[in-house]
């Protein structure tokens, strides 16, 4: 395989080699901004046991998955650029993940019953990713 078919990416410190035979996907983690600040008004006792059994749900499903997951991150808290400047803003974007598969229903197919899907009001959209 020549070198102009493979795709290159750094990861947290790892060089990752994607496959040229397998398409890429971008799946954003979203969860809309009232959605959270209800999730995050919970009593803290039960939002954590909450989010304990999904982190635990969340370790599994990347073990099940982890020959298409490429990378997975956190976002922080964004900032809004316009002509008119920078702003603070808000947006419904938690997390992105980047895996591989064969076609965008086999991707979208992964994340069917992903533990994000446990927090009311989320959703996960999937996306084919491209090189510029």
Do not use: C
């Not at 909450?50 to 964004?78: F, H, R, Y």
């Not at 992105?96 to 086999?106: P, T």
Request: proline share 5%; net charge negative; glycine share 4%.
């Amino acid at each position: 395989m020549s070198s102009s078919a493979l795709y290159f990416m750094h990861s947290l410190g790892s060089a990752l080699i994607y496959s040229a035979y397998m398409k890429h996907f971008t799946a954003m983690y979203m969860m809309p901004v009232q959605g959270l600040d209800d999730w995050m008004a919970k009593p803290e006792e039960e939002r954590k046991a909450a989010e304990t059994q999904m982190k635990k749900d969340w370790d599994k499903w990347v073990a099940d998955n982890s020959s298409s997951i490429l990378n997975t991150i956190s976002v922080g808290k964004p900032k809004k650029i316009s002509a008119s400047g920078i702003e603070d803003s808000r947006n419904s974007i938690m997390m992105s993940s980047y895996v591989q598969a064969e076609d965008l229903d086999a991707a979208a197919g992964l994340f069917k019953n992903h533990p994000h899907l446990q927090i009311p009001g989320a959703t996960i959209e999937v996306m084919e990713s491209t090189p510029v």
